[in-house]
Each structure stands twice: as structure tokens, then as C-alpha cells.
């Protein structure tokens, strides 16, 4: 069994919706990051860098980093086919396009939820936010033409697509609809999988 430590509406979304749609078994070990449960010493000894989401595999060890975890279950469990197979062109294409979401977009988000943790300056944290908030928004635009329809990279759904649910939901609606309709889109269709939408309103309903 996976135990995955996460937190309603963090990073932790993805994997458990990737957990649920590989049909494995699993157990979400809530450790809510407002009342600071990330933070504990217990925590630490699960991941030292103290943030969620953590994946503790059936051998006992533990992953970190959500676009990891998610590229190690896509071969972990092949059977559910949410990833090209490694060492084909398809594959590089599908880590690449992850990789580009977890370095930009999920790092320009948490610049702009936590942005005083990114200055020295208190009255640097506007400028911090807003300039994080542009900076999501130019690469969900680049994503934007990316995107072949109805998922990421044609009609199968991806790893990657399951990310990019998860960064969309954290979106302004209406600016991904004006800017950003095929993401928009493409998220929309991962929340109403039926394995995805209890995980969806539990996250961001």
C-alpha cells in the first residue's frame, strides 16, 4: 500500500488523483499544512525539507517532489498507461512538458501564495506576488499552444495532464477561459473523471 501524506489543496492533488486513476492501493495520512503539521519533527523525519507532498512506497521508502512521484508511478504502474513508455520520443516529449509545469508554474505559485519567503524586504512582497503572478501566467500561455486537445498531447490522458489539472484549478477561471480556453478545457474533463472528482471538490470544491 502507498501512503501519501498531503494536504487539502496543496501540490499533494495531483498524486493522489494519480494514485486513484493507476487503480492503486492507497491511504492519504493528512497532514494539514495551515495548522502547520508539515512542520513537526515527525514530519521532518518523513521529509526533511518539511513539505507535502510526501509518498511512503510499499517497500517502505519514501519519494518527495510531486512531478517525480508522479513520473515514478506512471511506471510503477503501467497497466494504467498514464505515461508513453520510458525511452521513446512520446515520453521525452511527456517529461519535458511535466518537468517545464513543476520548475515554472508550481514554483511561481508558491512565490506568489508565500511571497514574503522569497525577499528580505517587507516591502518587496507585492512586487514579489505580482511579478510571480505574471510570470505563471506567461508560461500557462506558453503550455496554451502547446496543447494538442482534448489532453496535452492528443486523446489519451497523461501524468502530465493530471498536473496541469491541479495548476489550472489553482487559476483564476476567468482569466484561463479568456487566455487559456484549451487548459481550461483539459481540466475541466480531468475533474469530472469519475476516479478524479471526489478528489477534485475534497482539493478545490
Known sequence: MYLLYGSNGSGSASVEAALALSGAEYQVVQTPTAEGMHLTEDFKAIN??????????????????????MLHLADALPAARLAPAPGTPARAQHDRWLIFMAVNIYEGELCKAYSDRYT????????????ADTYVKRHHAILEDAVVEPFLFGPEMTMADVYLWMLASWMDQDWLATHCPKIRALAASIAQNPLVAPIHAVHFG
Open 48 to 69: 526533511p525539507r518539511q513539505q507535502v507532498p510526501a509518498l511512503r512506497l510499499p517497500d517502505g521508502s519514501v519519494m518527495t517532489e510531486g512531478s517525480a512521484i
Open 120 to 131: 528580505d524586504d517587507a516591502d518587496g512582497v507585492t512586487g514579489v506576488r505580482t511579478s
